[in-house]
């Protein structure tokens, strides 16, 4: 299991590089398989299209338990939403010895790169939310938007809104504006660290008219943040 | 800024690696240029002892201020608890022309390099709270946890223990005991990354008999956290 960080080759660690190259069968989604194309050579590709994360992953056991090194690709880290969970799921099916060994190497997660392109939003106390509803009900999700706007968090949203899910962003706005100004800033970060990477400040009054997509990360502030010349920061509270 | 990752060069991403090689000066907690010492050839070193976070910026600060690239290292990333939100604060204090720019390189967050440690911990919505009440009121960290707890997030604790500081983590599992069941899993890692590195799978009844102290990172399961054959995992939620 590899995380490939945000996206750019510059961003991968040399043991998640080292992963890929040595690996008998490289599996991923298609996108991702892109981003890293230099990197692949004469191992078996096995690129699948976004939502097919369960197929993408049996593949990958499958082929390790034929006794291949198996690489399988995340974006980010693979151990924040990533496909490290499901592959564990996956070979726990299968007893010793003839269970898959899974190693994880982590990687710079899209929260990390989107902060850096900030500024420093993530110096205190944050929340990591996602929004997507496929796979978890929305009232588990609304209960910890409710519980992280409560506890004065940072909140870091992972697929704020995509075409057809458009509505529990507003949501998310409207239960934050009941606990925080107005004012507290927003950022928004597209495709961090790749082409067209793009960011946006904003406030929690106003956040939902930029741009958001499913390749957005949002980052809401703690009643602590402010922007400053364009960066976006939480302090930590030291005094200067 | 510079994110060096948990400790391990293999870890770095190349920008980072780059940012250092390429600085004039580079600047740190000693024990953090140690792990890079690979890294250092003729650029000027300032190196502080841990708690001089401010006038290792300041140092920072003032070598950028007469021209030169300056490195700043932080562990993990440098925008999670890390040396960024500083330096930016720092930096606001002088006006334009003369304030330095800040660039920040992300790394492998602590969080992540525990996580893929323990398993797959933080495949849903996860919270990440510093129990070090040096800068933050014990009352607002108390408030955190709780809204944690009610959210049903994993949470994610940086600085759970020092020698002076030990009864916080009680007070953690107190409050967590009140909303999970008392074999919630707990994962403890040490040294993630590290020469020393270890991990202790636990739960939320017995945790804090552990060996626990300022280099460690603990994660407390939410209600979906489980453990097979030693692995930490929260589902994302697929059926299988």
Redesign the interface.
């Given at each position: 299991m590899v995380?490939i960080?945000?996206g750019?080759?510059?961003?991968?660690?040399?043991?998640a590089c080292?992963a890929i190259t040595g690996a008998a069968v490289v599996v991923g989604y298609k996108v991702y398989l892109e981003l890293i194309s230099e990197l692949l050579s004469d191992q078996k590709i096995i690129g699948t299209g976004m939502t097919q994360?369960?197929d993408r992953c049996q593949a990958a056991v499958e082929e390790a338990l034929l006794g291949k090194t198996v690489a399988v690709v995340s974006s980010g880290?693979?151990?924040?939403?990533?496909m490290?969970?499901?592959v564990?799921?996956?070979v726990?099916?299968y007893p010793?010895p003839v269970?898959p060994a899974?190693d994880?190497?982590?990687?710079?997660?899209a929260i990390?790169?989107a902060?850096?392109?900030l500024?420093?939003?993530?110096?205190?106390?944050?929340?990591?939310?996602?929004l997507s509803d496929l796979?978890?009900p929305w009232e588990?999700?609304e209960?910890?938007i409710?519980?992280?706007a409560?506890?004065?968090?940072v909140v870091a949203l992972y697929n704020p809104k995509s075409r057809r899910r458009i509505s529990q962003i507003e949501k998310v706005r409207e239960i934050m504006l009941q606990y925080r100004p107005s004012t507290t800033p927003v950022g928004i970060v597209h495709h961090a660290s790749r082409t067209g990477e793009k960011m946006v400040l904003s406030d929690l009054d106003s956040f939902t008219r930029e741009h958001i997509d499913m390749f957005s990360l949002v980052i809401i502030g703690s009643s602590q943040t402010y922007i400053?010349?364009g960066?976006m920061?939480?302090?930590?509270?030291?005094s200067?």
């Open positions: 995380g960080g945000p750019s080759i510059a961003d991968m660690s040399s043991r080292a994360e369960i880290d693979a151990g924040i939403y990533g490290a969970g499901l564990l799921e996956l726990m099916q010793e269970r899974v994880i190497v982590p990687g710079i997660s990390s790169a902060a850096a392109i500024g420093a939003p993530l110096m205190h106390d944050f929340a990591v939310i996602s796979l978890t588990v999700i209960n910890r409710e519980a992280a409560a506890g004065d968090f400053a010349e960066r920061i939480t302090p930590r509270g030291y200067l």
